[in-house]
Structure formats: structure tokens, C-alpha cells
């Protein structure tokens, strides 16, 4: 199985702050790595997937980055509804494994 | 545009059978697009994958659960089902159905169903 790590497990920003979250992957996933958005609840979101593409209707302040085995998720300018909690998820192999997570909360 | 919809008992005792079926809308289920998956979330923690479908009937299972997990296809009703047995309270959880793509974007999870709370309890 592929494990994957989410940094920071927390974070606390402000409207108008950039932030990056970064998912590592215990192996090369090439480029099968998507993130989720999840607000209290409601089932998460698609928000970005293979790395880097825009889910349609997503807003373009977010975006992806990365390869192999180190990936980032990035919100240019942060909106009052980016606070949520996000996710990144794996599906190069099965099982899929997802991240633990990453709340992004109000300063 | 597809919908998911999970439905079934939200209390289950302890060493009883779990039991949701999603119901999907706007889409056929029997298309050889995607893997029908079910995925959990316990109350505060993060996700976890419990298995997917296909529209043939092949299954995978989460390595976890894989002794006590069945997932089925119903193709004429439009539904998928999960059924886990001797259920403890760590199989409290809310429980998603989701639509997962076979080969583009990224092989996402990119429809969901809304959740339902199921709490093993006596």
C-alpha cells in the first residue's frame, strides 16, 4: 500500500494569504494524485486532479504542482469558503489511500 | 448531471450486519467508465476507502475489512450496496458512496453522495 502525508495538519490563515499543502507519497505515484475539499458536513469536492488540472467550476486561485513522490496544493489568495478541510488522494495503485488531512482555518 | 444517494439504517447493534445501498441518478451504473466505491469517514478523522465496484461485479476491498465486506451491482435498479459484517463501534462512521473514474481525471473520485451517519450502538 502507498502511504501519504499531509502537511500541515493545521493551518491558520487570512483572507487574502497564500497557503501551500503539501502531500508526500511513500512511493512514485507518477502523476496520479488529486485533492479534495471538505467542509463540515458535506462530502468532499473534487477540486484538482493529475496533479495539476482545475475540476470544472473550480476556481483558478487554486492550484497543483508537483511529481513523483512530493506534490503541493496551493491557494493563491484565500476566499472566506476556502476554509475547509482538504485532502490528497493517490490512485495509482489499489487500494486508493488518501492524506489525513489538512484544516485550514480562519486567523 | 449524476446524483448519489446512500440509504439504509443509521443504528446497527454491535457484531449485527451494516447494510447501504446508493442509489444512482442522471447516469447508468452500467458503464464500463467507472468503479462504483464506498468510503467512510469517521466522526473527526479523515477518509477511508472501503472498496469499489465495477459494473461487472468484480470487486477490491480494503486489505482492513476484506473478511467482513461484501459490495454488490444491482445494473436494472441503478444501485450498488455495501454490507459489512460483526460490526463493532469503530465501524461508526459516515458512510459515502462515490463515483470513481476507470481511466480520466486522474482516475478521481468525482461525484459523491451526501453521507449518511450510521453508529453501532446497543
Known amino acids: 500500500d502507498i502511504q501519504m502525508t499531509q502537511s500541515p495538519s493545521s493551518l491558520s490563515a487570512s483572507v487574502g494569504d497564500k497557503v501551500t499543502i503539501t502531500c508526500r507519497t511513500s512511493q512514485s505515484i507518477s502523476n496520479y494524485l488529486n485533492w479534495y475539499q471538505q467542509k463540515p458536513g458535506k462530502a468532499p469536492k473534487l477540486l484538482i486532479y493529475a496533479v495539476s488540472s482545475l475540476q470544472s467550476g473550480v476556481p483558478s486561485r487554486f492550484s497543483g504542482s508537483g511529481s513523483g513522490t512530493d506534490f503541493t496544493l496551493t491557494i493563491a489568495s484565500l476566499e472566506p469558503e476556502d476554509f475547509a478541510t482538504y485532502y490528497c488522494q493517490q490512485s495509482s495503485i489499489t487500494p486508493p489511500s488518501l492524506g489525513q488531512g489538512t484544516k485550514l482555518e480562519i486567523k | 448531471q449524476v446524483q448519489l444517494q446512500e440509504s439504509g439504517p443509521g443504528l446497527v447493534k454491535p457484531s449485527q450486519t451494516l447494510s447501504l445501498t446508493c442509489t444512482v441518478t442522471?447516469?447508468?451504473?452500467?458503464?464500463?467508465?467507472?468503479?462504483w466505491t464506498w468510503i467512510r469517514q469517521p466522526p473527526g478523522k479523515g477518509l477511508e476507502w472501503i472498496g469499489y465496484?465495477?459494473?461487472?461485479?468484480?470487486?477490491w476491498y480494503s486489505p482492513s475489512l476484506t473478511s467482513r465486506l461484501t459490495i454488490s451491482i444491482d445494473t436494472s435498479e441503478n444501485q450498488f450496496s455495501l454490507s459489512l459484517s460483526s460490526v463493532t463501534a469503530a465501524d461508526t462512521a459516515v458512510y459515502y458512496c462515490?463515483?470513481?473514474?476507470?481511466?480520466?481525471?486522474?482516475?478521481?473520485?468525482?461525484?459523491w453522495g451526501q453521507g449518511t451517519l450510521v453508529t453501532v450502538s446497543s
Open positions: 462515490a463515483r470513481r473514474n476507470k481511466i480520466v481525471l486522474g482516475r478521481s473520485f468525482d461525484f
Open positions: 465496484i465495477y459494473y461487472s461485479g468484480t470487486t
Open positions: 442522471g447516469g447508468s451504473i452500467n458503464s464500463g467508465d467507472y468503479y
